[in-house]
């Protein structure tokens, strides 16, 4: 009877996650480039549970539920905002950016814009790195013009080209604040050949707020119904003690 109270605990622990992913994806929904958060369930073995209350009696296999979050990097939509700045990946790929503790950080959020110094950097303010790893400097004018490569040209003049780079696995990114990723230690970003740069577009999250608030109220039932369970199973268990004495 205590095992259907500690499964049905470990339940509760995993719609809580479930519950805090769910939450942070609708918060998220409006950045670009944002990958949501997905769930996923799985049975964890506990051993053998017995039956009976012999040693001859046949058991069962027992197993309580854990709940593993992992993101999505499905592509979310692409918008046309015309803009000269703003840029979009298409297919796999990531805009390279400097992090402030001097980190390499891979993003899909090309909303772009350029600081005092003509640094070209991220919503967040983050410098986006060219073709030789270091921050993009534009000159004090001209229209910029940005082709499908990556090549990034003022006057006529091509003045750096976009670092774009992917992952053999992204589930060894480690997501950081504002759409932002950093690599395992093991995980080395591969150079893309050019054509996947779209200027004039910015990339959508790849979030449904529609779709994460109904998970929410499915999470709301499932919660109040393991903890009917745990109620029923805690009562029985008490008025077991107090027959037995």
């Not at 592509?75 to 980190?103: C, H, K, N, Y």
Request: aromatic share 6%; net charge negative.
């Amino acid at each position: 009877m205590t095992v259907g109270l500690y499964q049905n605990t470990a339940a509760l622990a995993a719609l809580e996650r479930w519950q805090q992913a769910s939450s942070h994806n609708i918060s998220a929904s409006q950045v670009p480039g944002f990958k949501r958060q997905l769930v996923q369930f799985s049975a964890q073995p506990s051993g053998e549970l017995r039956t009976g209350q012999f040693k001859a009696d046949e058991g069962l296999n027992g197993s309580f539920p854990s709940a593993r979050v992992r993101l999505d990097f499905a592509p979310g939509e692409m918008v046309q905002t015309r803009r000269d700045l703003d840029v979009a990946i298409s297919g796999d790929g990531f805009l390279s950016v400097r992090l402030p503790d001097g980190r390499e950080g891979f993003t899909r959020a090309g909303q772009l814009s350029v600081r005092a110094d003509r640094t070209l950097v991220t919503s967040d303010n983050l410098p986006v790195l060219g073709a030789g790893r270091e921050p993009i400097t534009l000159q004090a004018g001209g229209t910029v013009s940005i082709n499908a490569d990556g090549e990034i040209s003022q006057a006529g003049q091509v003045v750096d080209t976009l670092a774009v780079s992917r992952f053999a696995d992204t589930q060894k990114l480690e997501p950081l604040s504002g759409g932002v990723f950093v690599p395992s230690a093991n995980e080395a970003p591969i150079a893309v050949a050019g054509g996947s740069v779209m200027q004039g577009y910015i990339e959508g999250s790849n979030i449904s707020p529609m779709r994460e608030m109904i998970d929410l109220v499915a999470i709301s039932r499932a919660y109040e119904a393991n903890q009917k369970i745990i109620s029923t199973r805690d009562q029985l268990l008490q008025r077991t003690l107090d027959t037995l004495g």
